[in-house]
């Protein structure tokens, strides 16, 4: 083992060097790499270091012989059989150098869990443009149960970015919904604090009292588009907060269960006449491209939820083509 010097690429800049470190050499801990760092033997640009020092492209990183991790960790493509490759391309509806856009089904989980032997996370390295690339990662999340757009950085200086813009709400999300009743207001903001019960594929989110010490804010702007007789309504929904199963309980809360929803709203949430799946679509994404702009990307309506469209006579229009503004 020897002394290895590293060149931060342009992806990576404004990283932490801890988080480089984590990146590059899994193997070391942050106990360990601060040890290097108070002894002078990690340094960039010849200086000493801290571990929150932040890294610019071109710096040389000096890397003294590191156990296990020789050499920077390789992201190696994994097989994956041909038609998965395929189901996972068929869900593209924006790609560029920087991001990947998909349009989820209903009932794909994102990544793996108990009970789950099939998911996004799995499929990833079918969105590899090269065998040398980096592997794909996911930005974000959505229920297994809940349809539409799933979003994917191409390199990890861009899955960086796109985590700070949905931490800053810089990210404009907007879901569409089919529940039962109708909201009364038609529109408004659901500003209802919420709380997890229990732990692992049986916990559910529950609507919890402000002095509550396990109680987390969550806000939703919601609005009537459409309704049928009273009995069902189309919303569109743009959360502000991102908890768990939020819009699901908040439509809950207003006496307006999600149509199909499995998990929240009882009985009143399956009435009969309807395909028996979530009625939660991740409609559209309206966020800071990472190059610069905006870029806003819509996806269609899963055949579940069409099919409940045409039956209320709810009018969905045509999805507009991903737009980039700016940049």
């Avoid at 189309?234 to 908040?250: A, E, F, K, M």
Wanted: some cysteine; proline content about 9%; overall charge positive.
């Amino acid at each position: 083992m020897s002394v290895v010097n590293l060149t931060v690429s342009e992806d990576e800049a404004g990283i932490r060097l801890d988080r480089y470190f984590r990146r590059h050499y899994p193997h070391l801990t942050q106990g360990a790499l601060q040890k290097l760092c108070r002894t002078g033997q990690i340094r960039v640009e010849g200086k000493r270091v801290e571990a929150s020092t932040r890294l610019e492209p071109g710096q040389s990183v000096r890397v003294p012989p590191i156990p296990m991790a020789a050499k920077p960790s390789r992201d190696v493509p994994r097989p994956l059989d041909d038609k998965l490759v395929r189901e996972i391309q068929r869900m593209v509806v924006y790609q560029d150098k920087h991001l990947i856009v998909l349009n989820k089904p209903s009932g794909l989980a994102v990544q793996g869990g108990p009970g789950i032997t099939r998911h996004v996370d799995m499929m990833l390295d079918g969105l590899r443009e090269n065998p040398e690339d980096p592997r794909p990662r996911l930005v974000h999340r959505i229920d297994r149960d809940t349809s539409g757009l799933l979003l994917l950085a191409r390199t990890p200086g861009v899955a960086a970015k796109l985590a700070a813009s949905f931490r800053g709400r810089d990210v404009k999300k907007t879901y569409w919904a089919v529940v039962v009743g109708r909201p009364d207001p038609l529109s408004g903001e659901i500003d209802q604090p919420l709380a997890r019960l229990g732990a692992g594929p049986g916990a559910i989110t529950v609507a919890a009292d402000r002095k509550d010490e396990d109680a987390q804010s969550a806000r939703t702007v919601y609005e009537v588009l459409d309704s049928a007789a009273r009995k069902f309504s189309w919303l569109g929904l743009s959360p502000l907060t991102g908890r768990t199963h939020q819009l699901r309980v908040h439509c809950e809360s207003l006496g307006t269960p999600i149509l199909g929803d499995p998990k929240y709203g009882g009985a009143l949430a399956h009435p009969s006449g309807f395909t028996d799946q979530l009625h939660l679509h991740a409609r559209e994404l309206d966020m800071p491209h990472p190059a610069g702009g905006r870029l806003v990307v819509s996806a269609e309506l899963p055949p579940h939820m069409r099919e409940t469209f045409r039956a209320l006579g709810f009018i969905p229009g045509t999805t507009p083509p991903p737009a980039r503004k700016g940049g």
